[in-house]
């Protein structure tokens, strides 16, 4: 049994806490044996669960990664390795393909966002058709301010650099491929900004 091997089989997902980012590996042994614990975690939340201000009776899927992420939030701040590791593996369980969420610290536990890789770098063509969630245009200074909030920063991941992008259709955070450089990793997001700027103003670019 090869080490490689093992290393291979890690699944894992990114962890952005404000402006900090890590990666949390989660063995594939552990999502078999954490399935009871896994159940009685659904089970509490079947009956509702506070979410900052708001009561949600029947959280769904995305939902119960978000108090997940919550809870990893809070074994990050005790260094409580096993919980991290499995509250990781819970969201890696309930969302095929998600690589990272963005924990929110501020007591809003809906506004942890939820990140999937597809191909942010080229921020989300389809979303050219103009803006489908803003019906009007918006001013230079409003779009730019909500460019910001659609482009995130660029944070690093092991040693490499990624930025997330938010697709206007489905409000999904789509984050970029790896970049070696920070530099790179800068130059890529402030064409996404600017391209999330024209969708904006209605500006042909």
């Not at 402006?19 to 509490?44: C, G, I, N, Q, T």
């Not at 390795?81 to 499995?86: A, D, G, Q, S």
Request: charged share 30%; hydrophobic share 35%.
């Amino acid at each position: 049994m090869p080490p490689a091997e093992n290393r291979i089989k890690l699944m894992k997902l990114n962890i952005i806490v404000d402006e900090r980012a890590l990666a949390v590996d989660v063995p594939p042994h552990m999502l078999r044996e954490a399935e009871d614990f896994y159940r009685k975690m659904d089970s509490d939340m079947d009956h509702g669960w506070q979410m900052g201000p708001e009561f949600i009776e029947n959280p769904d899927k995305e939902q119960r990664c978000q108090i997940a992420a919550n809870k990893l939030l809070t074994s990050l701040s005790t260094a409580n390795e096993t919980m991290i590791t499995l509250m990781a593996g819970y969201i890696l369980k309930q969302l095929p393909g998600i690589t990272g969420v963005r924990i929110d610290t501020a007591g809003e536990m809906l506004h942890t966002e939820l990140l999937y890789e597809k191909s942010a770098n080229a921020a989300p063509a389809t979303a050219s058709a103009p803006a489908a969630s803003r019906a009007q245009k918006l001013g230079k200074l409003e779009a730019m301010e909500q460019a910001g909030k659609d482009v995130t920063k660029v944070y690093k991941v092991g040693k490499s650099h990624r930025f997330a992008v938010r697709d206007l259709k489905t409000g999904e955070w789509l984050e970029s491929g790896p970049m070696e450089t920070e530099q790179e990793a800068y130059e890529k997001r402030m064409q996404a900004y600017k391209r999330r700027l024209d969708e904006l103003t209605g500006s042909s670019g």
